[in-house]
């Protein structure tokens, strides 16, 4: 488990807490935390390329957005591969496949309060990505991308983007302190690429997941 680290008392810590579990829902140890290379790391992912597993941190008080090798075993660091979107302050990376490409969500930087989301594409980690293309409307429906789950339904791919709503829906300029955590969730939504290649979201209010199918449904 990769994780973004912090003290408990401030921000300031900005690096990677790190454990180890032989199942997911298992007991985890945890291996303490570290700055990779000497660099800040915040908000944070994890993505297979080409047989090798990669990690994916907002850097630089969350100018850009930084990608590193981890070793075999996974419990370090080998190289910094890639930096990505420098001074754009872009965060909340989430990573997909389509087709050849892969396709990265982001959000701009704004505190807790949500904005419009960003997306970008390569057909590689390690080489240049696209300029970011707006998604969804001017909160990203209240919510800051977290993962995006890939089905496959009649032999087709179906993506279903995962968000995080601090707070729920207390969006008011509110300092975090005076959310409610109990009403911090999650937004659902498909994933629609076109032929092009754009990408937008199909907001819904309710949905089902067939797991044994594997599917996604909108049902409002």
Same mark, same amino acid.
């Given at each position: *488990?990769?994780?973004?680290?912090?003290?408990? !008392?401030?921000?300031?810590?900005?690096?990677?807490?790190?454990?180890?579990?032989?199942?997911? @829902?298992?007991?985890?140890?945890?291996?303490?935390?570290?700055?990779?290379?000497?660099?800040?790391?915040?908000? %944070?992912?994890?993505?297979?390329?080409?047989?090798?597993?990669?990690?994916?941190?907002?850097?630089?008080?969350? !100018?850009?957005?930084?990608?590193?090798? $981890?070793?075999?075993?996974?419990?370090?660091?080998?190289?910094?591969?890639? *930096?990505?979107?420098?001074?754009?302050?872009?965060?909340?990376?989430? $990573?997909?496949?389509?087709? @050849? *490409?892969?396709?990265?969500?982001?959000?701009?930087?704004?505190?807790?309060?949500?904005?419009?989301? =960003?997306? /970008? %594409? /390569?057909?590689?980690?390690?080489?240049?990505?696209?300029?970011?293309?707006?998604?969804?409307?001017?909160?990203?429906?209240? /919510?800051?991308?977290?993962?995006?789950?890939?089905?496959?339904?009649?032999?087709?791919?179906?993506?279903?983007?995962?968000?995080?709503?601090? =707070? =729920?829906?207390?969006?008011?300029? !509110?300092?975090?302190?005076?959310?409610?955590?109990?009403?911090?969730?999650?937004?659902? /939504? $498909?994933?629609?690429?076109?032929?092009?290649? !754009?990408?937008?979201?199909?907001? %819904?209010?309710?949905?089902?997941?067939?797991?044994? =199918?594997?599917?996604?449904?909108?049902?409002?």
């Amino acid at each position: *488990m990769w994780a973004h680290y912090e003290n408990g !008392k401030d921000y300031s810590e900005a690096a990677i807490a790190l454990a180890s579990s032989d199942t997911p @829902d298992g007991e985890f140890t945890y291996h303490g935390y570290f700055r990779p290379f000497g660099y800040m790391s915040r908000d %944070c992912n994890v993505f297979e390329f080409e047989g090798d597993m990669y990690f994916i941190s907002a850097s630089n008080f969350n !100018k850009d957005l930084h990608i590193y090798r $981890l070793t075999d075993d996974y419990m370090g660091v080998t190289e910094r591969v890639n *930096m990505l979107f420098e001074g754009q302050s872009r965060e909340a990376p989430a $990573l997909f496949w389509h087709k @050849d *490409m892969i396709y990265m969500l982001t959000s701009a930087c704004t505190g807790w309060k949500p904005n419009l989301g =960003g997306y /970008s %594409c /390569s057909d590689s980690l390690l080489n240049v990505w696209a300029p970011i293309s707006a998604f969804g409307d001017d909160t990203t429906y209240h /919510s800051q991308p977290t993962a995006v789950l890939t089905l496959e339904v009649n032999g087709a791919k179906q993506y279903v983007y995962i968000g995080d709503r601090w =707070g =729920g829906n207390q969006w008011d300029g !509110k300092n975090l302190n005076d959310f409610k955590y109990e009403n911090s969730s999650h937004y659902f /939504s $498909l994933v629609e690429i076109d032929e092009e290649g !754009k990408l937008t979201l199909r907001e %819904c209010d309710e949905f089902t997941i067939d797991l044994e =199918g594997r599917g996604f449904e909108i049902i409002k």
